[in-house]
């Protein structure tokens, strides 16, 4: 029996098998993965500051839609830990190209350089929800070179830039989760004084005058 190259022993070419192209997912499509705890890789398409943006965003809508005015320190502290941990990556990288003995020294110094206080978010910015770019703009100076490092196809960064989104993503959650609350609370109360009319003092001097109690200008 005469076998052809390229033939199999019963006359049928076998099939060539090639490996399906790797689907490629938008940043919007990304944080949905994260946050349902799919796998998740950032490259050099990642904005660091757009990410945070697109996390906080919708919250900060409802909270103003509902004319709420809640505590947003947990989510400031889960942006200044990010940035953190991005700085400490980016700053890694700078000090691998000098000698072992002298990193310590650099690190301590970059870090001082690179170190970012939370903006304090006033009532205002809550109310006009202009709260999440200024959260953004903490990770603005990051975002290009943490796209250049992730770029580099070091999954090590990537990991680490994703755990540290999901804490952003749990105290978005959390607030998230005090506005359902607040909300139901509203619904099932409808007489109840609204936030704003809680902390307005005009509006409390106009419910004592409908209940028949008069306050004098300075009380």
Not at 32 to 47: E, M
């Amino acid at each position: 029996m005469t076998i052809t190259p390229g033939v199999t022993g019963y006359g049928v070419k076998p099939r060539a098998f090639f490996d399906p192209p790797a689907k490629t997912f938008s940043q919007d499509e990304k944080r949905a993965r994260r946050r349902r705890h799919l796998p998740v890789s950032y490259g050099r398409d990642f904005d660091l500051a757009a990410e945070i943006h697109g996390v906080i965003r919708p919250v900060a809508n409802r909270l103003t839609a509902a004319g709420l005015v809640a505590d947003v320190d947990e989510i400031g502290e889960a942006v200044r830990e990010l940035c953190v941990i991005c700085a400490d990556l980016l700053n890694d990288a700078k000090i691998s190209r000098i000698d072992y003995t002298s990193r310590s020294r650099a690190r301590a110094a970059l870090k001082t350089l690179t170190k970012q206080p939370v903006p304090e978010i006033s009532r205002a910015a809550l109310a006009d929800g202009s709260w999440p770019d200024m959260l953004a703009d903490m990770a603005a100076p990051l975002s290009g070179s943490l796209a250049d490092l992730l770029g580099r196809a070091n999954p090590s960064a990537s990991d680490q830039v994703v755990e540290a989104l999901r804490l952003l993503d749990r105290a978005v959650l959390d607030l998230d989760r005090r506005i359902d609350r607040a909300m139901l609370f509203r619904s099932q109360n409808p007489h109840a004084p609204s936030q704003s009319e809680r902390d307005d003092p005009e509006a409390a001097r106009r419910t004592l005058a409908d209940l028949g109690i008069q306050m004098k200008a300075h009380q």
